[in-house]
């Protein structure tokens, strides 16, 4: 049974909140909603969190999240908050076995056999949902990306967190730009500036781009995870990369009470996730496509958002080539299965998207129908490369394997239908997506 609590707070300069929270008998785990009454309209919610009021990264991820709702200084919502999460520990305390309603001025609400449902009708419609990558990694939540040895795990996700904080399309989908933390429990800094380096310079980036940190790891993470938050919270993080999810557990993946705990942990951090993981064994190549799960317990996948899988059908014969799956999208439609290829090239790593008729992904069970597709133009070619990020007429030469004539004209065409921009320094920028131009 659940323990809930009640009221109304007026603050000395007017303002009025309408807070409420609950605490289920597992544990201090609250969920608290706070509300600002408009006049014939229906409330603002300014705060809805779930956490731990006695932990004080939980009132600065509440400040933060109302500011930026409400416009006022972080400040003085964790003064407030501060006041109000001592009072509902207090009504709330862990050993009352009944429910409680706090003290207040609000005599409208009721509170039966501890339970206190919140009306979705009564509720304000949510804002749009946000994405780290539009369609393929949710904002705020827990992504995984598995697969087994040599599919190119930790590079893809070195691709996702150079595009993020470059905010470049990833696979042409688009990013929210912000910073990333890499939480590193495989490799040291060095190995991974290595790696991002080289994606950065794969997509045409002079460097690796500003709002990339690295965290070299060794506790497991449910350990860290309030200084995490805090860290998140200071440096405000977009999204957080954990390579990899099987160091990070510091117990049994298979254990249910192992992953629940941690992944209950990261969900308390204020960011987005992208944890690269192994996979459960395989059999055939055929029944792994269909049936693949990341490596230990089923909680793993069940309270991960979205899950990316990677399979290479020959890695020994053809590195670098993997299938993209995107087996669950907890928020829409998944994201078309993608065979893709990592080129490695003098100190560069290019990412490209293969047809299924190429090498070795004719081997495969398609999930979609292997029908031939055209290949593209080379107008298309082209403007997929500098939405990709190539700017130079050389790079996009390099990108492309098109002759630099065949560029030039290319280019002027774009430009003449404003589908990319043509800066005073000579080089081009996109304008416009790829499907405005049909």
Same mark, same amino acid.
């Given at each position: 049974?659940?323990?809930?609590? @009640?009221?109304?707070?007026?603050?000395?300069?007017?303002?009025?909140?309408?807070? @409420?929270?609950?605490?289920?008998?597992? #544990?201090?785990?609250?969920?608290?909603?706070?509300?600002?009454?408009?006049?014939? /309209?229906?409330?603002?919610?300014?705060?809805?969190?779930?956490?731990?009021?006695?932990?004080?990264?939980? *009132?600065?991820?509440?400040? /933060?999240?109302?500011?930026?709702?409400?416009?006022?200084?972080?400040? +003085?919502?964790?003064?407030?908050?501060?006041? !109000?999460?001592?009072? +509902? !520990?207090?009504?709330?305390?862990?050993?009352?076995?009944?429910?409680?309603?706090?003290?207040?001025?609000?005599?409208?609400?009721?509170?039966?056999?501890g339970l206190t449902p919140l009306?979705?009708?009564?509720?304000?419609?949510?804002?749009?949902?946000?994405?780290?990558?539009?369609?393929?990694?949710?904002?705020?939540? +827990?992504? &995984?990306?598995?697969?087994?040895?040599?599919?190119?795990?930790?590079?893809?996700?070195?691709? !996702?967190?150079?595009?993020?904080?470059? #905010?470049?399309?990833?696979? #042409?989908?688009?990013?929210?730009?912000?910073?990333?933390?890499?939480?590193?429990?495989?490799?040291?800094?060095?190995?991974?500036?290595?790696?991002?380096?080289?994606?950065?310079?794969?997509?045409?980036?002079?460097?690796?781009?500003?709002? +990339?940190d690295h965290l070299e790891m060794?506790?497991?993470?449910?350990?860290?995870?309030?200084? &995490?938050?805090?860290?998140?919270?200071?440096?405000?993080?977009? *999204?957080?990369?954990?390579?990899?999810?099987?160091?990070?557990?510091?117990?049994?993946?298979?254990?249910?009470?192992?992953?629940?705990?941690?992944?209950?942990?990261?969900?308390?951090?204020?960011? @987005?996730?992208?944890?690269?993981?192994?996979?459960?064994?395989?059999?055939? &190549?055929?029944?792994?496509?269909?049936?693949?799960? %990341?490596?230990?317990?089923?909680?793993?996948?069940?309270?991960?958002?979205?899950?990316?899988?990677?399979?290479?059908?020959?890695?020994?014969?053809?590195?670098?080539?993997?299938?993209?799956?995107?087996?669950?999208?907890?928020?829409?439609?998944?994201?078309?299965?993608?065979?893709?290829? /990592?080129?490695?090239?003098?100190?560069?790593?290019f990412l490209e998207v293969c047809?299924?008729?190429? %090498?070795?992904?004719?081997?495969?069970?398609?999930?979609?129908?292997?029908?031939?597709?055209?290949?593209?133009?080379?107008?298309?070619?082209?403007?997929?490369?500098?939405?990709?990020?190539?700017?130079?007429?050389?790079?996009?030469?390099?990108?492309?394997?098109?002759?630099?004539?065949?560029?030039?004209?290319?280019?002027?065409?774009?430009?003449?239908?404003?589908?990319?921009?043509?800066?005073?320094?000579?080089?081009?920028?996109?304008?416009?997506?790829?499907?405005? &131009?049909?």
């Amino acid at each position: 049974m659940a323990r809930t609590y @009640s009221r109304t707070v007026r603050f000395p300069d007017g303002e009025v909140w309408r807070v @409420s929270g609950s605490q289920e008998r597992m #544990g201090p785990r609250f969920t608290v909603l706070i509300e600002v009454p408009r006049e014939g /309209a229906t409330p603002l919610t300014i705060a809805h969190l779930q956490g731990n009021p006695l932990d004080p990264m939980f *009132l600065e991820r509440f400040a /933060a999240q109302a500011a930026s709702r409400n416009g006022a200084a972080p400040a +003085i919502y964790a003064e407030r908050l501060t006041a !109000i999460a001592q009072e +509902i !520990i207090t009504a709330i305390p862990s050993s009352s076995p009944a429910p409680f309603r706090g003290a207040g001025d609000d005599d409208d609400v009721s509170v039966k056999g501890g339970l206190t449902p919140l009306s979705l009708a009564g509720l304000p419609s949510p804002p749009p949902r946000a994405w780290v990558i539009d369609g393929l990694l949710p904002a705020e939540r +827990i992504g &995984l990306l598995f697969g087994t040895w040599g599919a190119i795990k930790s590079t893809l996700a070195a691709f !996702i967190a150079v595009s993020v904080a470059a #905010g470049l399309p990833f696979l #042409g989908r688009a990013t929210c730009q912000g910073r990333v933390l890499w939480l590193d429990y495989e490799e040291d800094a060095a190995e991974t500036k290595r790696k991002v380096e080289s994606v950065a310079q794969g997509l045409y980036l002079p460097s690796a781009p500003e709002g +990339i940190d690295h965290l070299e790891m060794r506790d497991a993470l449910v350990d860290v995870a309030p200084d &995490l938050a805090h860290l998140c919270v200071e440096r405000q993080y977009a *999204l957080v990369v954990l390579d990899s999810f099987g160091p990070a557990l510091g117990g049994d993946p298979d254990a249910p009470e192992t992953v629940i705990p941690t992944m209950e942990s990261m969900r308390s951090v204020p960011t @987005s996730w992208l944890c690269v993981d192994h996979e459960a064994k395989a059999q055939t &190549l055929a029944s792994a496509l269909s049936r693949r799960t %990341p490596f230990g317990s089923v909680y793993k996948g069940a309270l991960a958002r979205s899950l990316l899988s990677v399979v290479s059908p020959d890695a020994t014969n053809y590195p670098g080539h993997v299938l993209l799956q995107h087996m669950k999208n907890s928020y829409g439609p998944p994201f078309p299965s993608t065979p893709l290829k /990592a080129v490695w090239d003098s100190g560069r790593t290019f990412l490209e998207v293969c047809h299924w008729e190429e %090498p070795p992904f004719t081997t495969l069970p398609s999930p979609v129908p292997q029908k031939a597709a055209p290949p593209p133009t080379a107008l298309e070619r082209v403007l997929t490369a500098v939405q990709a990020g190539a700017s130079r007429v050389e790079d996009i030469v390099r990108r492309t394997k098109l002759a630099e004539g065949t560029v030039r004209n290319q280019l002027v065409t774009l430009t003449r239908d404003k589908a990319v921009a043509r800066t005073t320094d000579g080089t081009y920028t996109p304008s416009a997506p790829m499907e405005d &131009l049909t």
